[in-house]
């Protein structure tokens, strides 16, 4: 992915003088971070921010950058993704991981809207009253819930991933613990086998040695009475 180098002032004024999608990552250290930088690197994704002239910035989610972003848009889940429109105003903001498929349409979803508004700005008229400021979010959230719904919607199901990754954790370590157990008994009965067996050899060992002591004892006496 072809990242901003600069300042996000920067970023933010070529975006407003380029007129295209302002997109902001804010990644983390954790494992949802290594699967959303793997997205950002697919090709597909890489081309279709190029296509559409994306300014691209990331931010470490501990940084000072991301302290001051999060006061105009509340940072809530790590990693997240902020599309911003010209005017500042949020065209969608994805929150965790995304599979590449959907994370593909959703950045194709964004660039129509932010194509469509724009088209729709450039054909009014000139002389007439302009818009207020908030004619893009109006467009770009008449069919959609708010923002903040939408990050705690992503955060619930977060959490409910979370909850289930748990429960399946408790499972299995309750899976092994009765394994270790079952292995356990299996080598204590293994013990116990092993246990008789040796005894049971060292009978037949003390039967053999005290047969065999009998019949030198006999063999002697036979000997003597041939002698006598």
Same mark, same amino acid.
């Given at each position: 992915?072809?990242?901003?180098? +600069? ?5 933010? $004024? ?6 295209? &999608?302002?997109? !902001? %990552?804010? %990644?983390?250290?954790?494992? @949802? ?21 994306? !300014? *691209? ?9 991301? *302290?001051?972003?999060? $006061?105009? %848009? =509340?940072?809530? &889940?790590?990693?997240?993704? %902020?599309?911003? +429109?010209?005017?500042?105003? =949020? ?14 349409? &959703? ?5 129509? @809207? ?15 009253? $302009?818009? +207020? =400021?908030?004619?893009? =979010? ?15 919607? !992503? ?21 092994e613990e009765a ?8 080598? $204590? ?29 006999d063999k002697i ?8």
């Amino acid at each position: 992915m072809n990242w901003f180098n +600069g300042s996000i002032p920067d970023a933010i $004024q070529r975006s407003k003088q380029q007129k295209v &999608v302002f997109i !902001v %990552y804010v %990644y983390g250290q954790n494992d @949802l971070t290594n699967e959303m930088d793997k997205v950002w690197n697919d090709p597909e994704v890489v081309n279709l921010c190029n296509d559409g002239g994306c !300014v *691209a910035i990331k931010m470490a989610a501990n940084s000072n950058d991301c *302290a001051h972003f999060s $006061q105009i %848009y =509340p940072v809530v &889940v790590v990693p997240s993704t %902020y599309f911003i +429109g010209v005017n500042g105003a =949020p065209i969608e903001v994805t929150a965790g991981h995304k599979d590449t498929p959907d994370f593909i349409q &959703v950045l194709k979803n964004v660039l129509k @809207l932010h194509n469509d508004l724009g088209t729709a700005q450039s054909n009014l008229p000139t002389g007439g009253a $302009q818009p +207020g =400021p908030s004619t893009e =979010p109006k467009a770009n959230t008449e069919d959609k819930p708010p923002l903040e719904e939408r990050v705690q919607k !992503v955060k619930e199901k977060l959490e409910q991933k979370k909850a289930e990754k748990e429960r399946l954790e408790k499972e299995k370590e309750k899976e092994e613990e009765a394994e270790r157990r079952k292995l356990g008994r299996d080598l $204590q009965k293994l013990k116990e086998f092993q246990k008789e067996r040796e005894m049971k050899e060292t009978v037949d060992q003390l039967k053999k040695e005290k047969a065999e002591e009998k019949r030198q004892r006999d063999k002697i006496k036979e000997q003597i009475a041939r002698d006598r």
